[in-house]
């Protein structure tokens, strides 16, 4: 796709007519510049996988054992989790039938709110991106031992690492059309272990092993709270299809079927798989087990190759995972930079991916990832992932406020009249969900944030200069 120039500032956003919509159809197709055999636009399989994908990480393979001091109570918190969650991807259809352009919540920020809005979106995705790309990387090493011993020297471990987020850059550098296989690939991989604990578990499902409901010493409430705080992160990327719109076929309806179906999709193997670890493992030992689900597989079949099997598992899973948020991370640079929000350079794309959006992301994530095994601290390093929950909330909220902003203005051609009040009460329920978000980073992830956020101010201070000064008629 080539750099047709930027939007002004003042330029007033595209109404949802075909005249104005077909010049985003040939952007999002990429027919100028970067088309060819390389460059393939997803349909519906491939945008659900890439949700699906996003959402399951390596994550659940810790989940049953974090949330188990909590007792069965912390269950309650998958459900209420659930719910905000596919309130927040039918937000984000919603969004993208008006708006089927590449960058999700920037997109809908900036038409709502105007370009501060729009860069502020843009900015904090992109910090959520490229810091959970490090922590991922990391947190693979840590199964990849399991199979291959690394963790013996600092320095082989952090090498490992650093191959864990490269391999899948050079996906997305060959093109959009090996992201999505392999997007899809490692996809259904990682679903067949897991699918085996979260159904195959249910046959062995002993109530005995269940524990307390209640396992905690403080209100029913503030266990709920709790565990779900310890559950947020794992609900990141509802947004996926919707930040890859552009590249998605027909997106005014795929982009809302996908972002649902992924969302639900993962709740599902959330639910089963935690619920299939607490009744096949004893309570007791699943609160210090640091590999529930081969301690799941162990009990149910016996023996002890349950490790490698998750080990192997979670490894396809956090690859799978690296691929489609590497693509992430350079889609929402891209689509600010084309209306003058980011520098000019994240617009470059080659075979459908923003090529120089993909090699800084993963320049600085490696950076991040030098500096976590340099540092030996790993507590930094924790925070640094608490902030990713901090930050991918802020477009979040833009994008859940900029849909309030639609619906209580009544345009026409914004708003379907007979799906206000039901639109009104999703959009309520995600806005909530967005602020739980918040709170369940924490002081201290709010806090570095915050400071992040305050950077990109700067940042937006001089992209705006620059772009008043393109403005200005020669000779002033």
Known sequence: MHVTGTVPPSAPAPQETP???APLAEDAAGTTGDS????RRFGLPVATALVMGNIIGGGIFLLPASVAPYGTISLLAFGVLTVGAIALALVFGRLAERDPRTGGPYVYAREAFGDFAGFLAAWAYWIT???SNAALAVAAVGYLDVLIPVNDHRWTACLAALALQWLPALANFAGTRYVGAVQLVSTVLKFAPLLLVAVGGLFFFDADNLGPFHAGDGSAIGAVSASAAILLFSYLGVESAAVSAGEVKNPRRTVGRATVIGTAGAALVYL????????????????????P???AVNAMFGGAWGGWAVALAALVSMTGCLN???????????????DGLFPAAFARRRRGVPTVGVGVTVVLASLLTVYNYTSGSAKVFEVLVLVTTFTATVPYLLATAAQLFHLVSGRRDRVHRGRLVRDAVIASVAAGFSLWLVAGAGYAAVYQGVLFLFAGVLVYAVMAARGQRAQEPAGR
Request: proline share 2%; glycine share 8%.
């Open 19 to 21: 005249a104005a919509t």
């Open 324 to 338: 489609g948020w590497t693509l992430l991370s350079a889609q929402t640079p891209y689509a600010a930079a084309k």
């Open 272 to 291: 089963l798989g935690t619920l299939s670890v607490f009744g096949t493992v004893a309570h007791d030992r699943l609160v210090d087990s640091t590999a």
């Open 129 to 131: 991106t490229w810091v």
């Open 36 to 39: 060819g055999r390389h460059a």
């Open 293 to 295: 689900f081969s301690d």
